[in-house]
């Protein structure tokens, strides 16, 4: 096994059919971008009932058909937003809970500690989180995972891994290993994986990647680190 070894992102999702929902943060092999990725997969009708939304800069998940939402507690988000000098995203609304933490003086890892995995027994499903800080024209990086402690879902472990940018390498979290029913949920650190110079490139690998049957969205943002401004691609199942 080798220990630093750095996956493509599409080696890192193809042939397995659920993954869930995932995270990607990291530097561009040219050292001049950050990439920041979030991406959802859905098995019931209700989950793949959804599209991305961009709204003034901030990623929100919606229904695609309003009249057929069974129940919007766990799928309609704010899945990426800014504060100050910070970019947030993750897999629920605990991205309001971090910025709204950041507002009040806490930071990420004491923002995270008011929540814990998702009430969907026997799943239980992780909560995963990333926020990138740009300082200096350079970044760093953290993510998260909030997960059940044991099958009952008597409590919850606490996972928060910290990272300086590294041109090339990213980090890939996601809330599931695979399909199963309960769904086994996402072990160890996050995965290392490459990030190309080109947004369309990753933004392209990683969508044809993901399963068919189960893909439902996919927002990619690149941050140029010499001027701040940014490309961005999405793309949704739901048309």
């Not at 092999?29 to 003034?56: E, H, L, P, Q």
């Not at 899945?79 to 933490?101: C, M, S």
């Not at 099958?151 to 910290?162: K, M, P």
């Not at 189960?214 to 943002?221: A, D, F, G, P």
Request: glycine share 8%.
């Amino acid at each position: 096994m080798e220990i630093y070894k750095i996956n493509g992102i599409d080696d890192a999702v193809k042939g397995n059919s659920y993954v869930g929902r995932g995270i990607v943060i990291g530097k561009s092999a040219d050292g001049k971008n950050a990439c920041v990725a979030y991406f959802i997969m859905g098995r019931s009708a209700n989950s793949r009932n959804r599209v991305f939304t961009i709204k003034d800069g901030a990623v929100f998940t919606e229904p695609f058909d309003a009249s057929k939402v069974e129940d919007p507690s766990l799928i309609i988000y704010a899945a990426l937003r800014e504060y100050e000098n910070k970019l947030i995203v993750t897999n629920g609304d605990q991205t309001d809970t971090i910025y709204d933490g950041l507002k009040a003086g806490k930071c990420f890892s004491s923002a995270l500690k008011t929540r814990c995995f998702e009430p969907d027994a026997p799943n239980l499903t992780p909560r995963i989180s990333g926020m990138v800080t740009f300082n200096d024209n350079d970044f760093a990086y953290k993510m998260s995972i909030l997960k059940s402690i044991d099958a009952e879902g008597s409590d919850c472990a606490r996972y928060t891994f910290d990272y300086p940018s590294k041109a090339g390498l990213g980090h890939f979290i996601h809330t599931y290993v695979c399909d199963g029913n309960p769904i086994p949920t996402f072990q160890g650190e996050p995965e290392r994986v490459a990030i190309p110079n080109c947004i369309d490139e990753f933004t392209n690998k990683l969508w044809d990647a993901l399963d068919d049957n189960n893909k439902i969205s996919l927002y990619v943002r690149f941050v140029n680190l010499e001027d701040g401004k940014y490309q961005e691609r999405l793309i949704n199942k739901n048309k």
